[in-house]
């Protein structure tokens, strides 16, 4: 596709149920990132894979957190027993991997915990 | 490891006056440094980049920043604010693959 897309764009759930987010990144691009955005704060470093696999995963916050991306195209965030402290805006981002170039985002996944 | 610093979470202009956020960042070799814009309920753009290239950097809307190795700083300005400026800027810095953001400053502009 033209750009970055994610899906749902918005999605609400109970406390304790697991949620599965998608990034679907730009055709070619080897790099992919994960942010978490809380009201008021700028994008908090999450995951970024290189292809298939993740070479930073540091900030995930806990085990409840994983992101695969299978094929080294789109990927996908999964959060398992959800709390209301994880309810934030989500946004993928991806890049040609080339040094110093700009990552280019998606309009973000908006999740709800009630 | 490297952060950046947004000094000023929220900006308020009138319109036709110099827009001007500041950004300090913090890195243990030359970054890479940028300069996003997020409009409500909109991912996030690029506005500009610094990649050592050219100390002063113009980007998108009339805006620009200038590199300051000696003050670690990267502030963004834009000479005359336009209402439709009105957003969420971010700026980041980016290490190899590593990319982190400012907190962001809201700016306001005022008829």
């Known amino acids: 596709g033209a750009g970055v897309s994610q899906t749902p764009s918005n999605k609400v759930t109970e406390k304790g149920k697991y949620v599965e987010l998608r990034c679907d990144p730009i055709?070619?691009?080897?790099?992919l990132y994960w942010y978490r955005q809380s009201l008021g704060q700028g994008p908090e470093f999450l995951i970024y894979f290189q292809g298939t696999g993740a070479a930073d995963d540091s900030g995930l916050p806990n085990d409840r957190f994983f992101a695969v991306r299978p094929e080294g195209s789109v990927s996908t965030l999964k959060i398992q027993r959800t709390e209301r402290g994880d309810s934030a805006v989500y946004l993928c981002?991806?890049?040609?991997?080339?040094?110093?170039?700009?990552?280019?985002f998606g309009e973000g996944s908006r999740l709800t915990v009630l | 490891a490297q952060s950046v610093t947004q000094l000023g979470s929220h900006v308020s202009v009138s319109e036709g006056a110099l827009v001007l956020l500041r950004c300090n960042y913090s890195s243990s070799v030359p970054p890479y440094l940028f300069w996003y814009v997020q409009y409500p309920n909109q991912g996030l753009q690029l506005l500009l980049k610094?990649?050592?290239?050219?100390?002063l950097v113009k980007g998108i809307n009339g805006f620009e920043a200038e590199f300051k190795k000696s003050e670690t700083s990267f502030h963004l300005t834009k000479p005359s604010a336009h209402m439709s400026d009105a957003a969420e800027y971010f700026c980041a810095v980016r290490n190899k693959n590593d990319m982190r953001f400012g907190a962001g400053t809201r700016l306001t502009v005022k008829p």
């Open positions: 981002a991806s890049s040609s991997g080339t040094s110093g170039g700009e990552l280019f």
């Open positions: 610094y990649t050592s290239a050219a100390t």
């Open positions: 055709s070619g691009h080897t790099a």
